[in-house]
């Protein structure tokens, strides 16, 4: 969040969250009492990184065989804000990964997730990217996981 700013319509004064959409430099008006309804949450705290470094670096975790409902069920949890549900995308794509190559989707999702997890990371703790994606590599290294080479890129 930028600021917070009021306006006056007439009667009545409302107050607006100023947001700057950071991968496209788009700003936004969000009215504060709209908030909860259009998905904005309060910024990530550090206990919640710590439990997230932590589920990312233990061993533990399943990939829902079936193609459908595990695409389902990962648009669910990454639509649904939370950032330890984006964690959880991740780590059952990289599961995954292990046994196959993911489809191009989840190709993509993963990608998505990994940009998600680093970008706002970074902007809570005050941490340079590039030291928060190690840190998750790092992380995702001590539970035998690493991401997929990108095929086709120079």
């Avoid at 079936?66 to 804000?81: F, I, L, S, T």
């Avoid at 690493?146 to 890129?153: L, Y």
Wanted: hydrophobic fraction near 40%.
């Amino acid at each position: 969040m930028d600021q917070i700013a009021t306006r006056t319509d007439g009667f009545q004064v409302q107050r607006f969250y100023m947001l700057t959409i950071k991968s496209s430099s788009l700003k936004v008006m969000v009215p504060c009492t709209n908030a909860n309804s259009v998905g904005l949450r309060s910024v990530v705290h550090q206990e919640e990184v710590d439990r997230i470094f932590s589920f990312l670096g233990d061993d533990n975790c399943t990939s829902n065989a079936d193609w459908k409902e595990r695409y389902r069920e990962h648009c669910e949890k990454m639509k649904a804000g939370s950032l330890m549900e984006v964690a959880e995308v991740m780590k059952s794509l990289l599961v995954l990964n292990q046994r196959k190559t993911p489809g191009y989707r989840e190709q993509k999702m993963l990608e998505r997730a990994r940009y998600l997890l680093v970008n706002e990371i970074a902007q809570a703790t005050g941490a340079n990217e590039t030291v928060v994606d190690e840190k998750l590599l790092l992380a995702l290294s001590e539970a035998g996981l690493k991401f997929p080479d990108i095929v086709g890129e120079a």
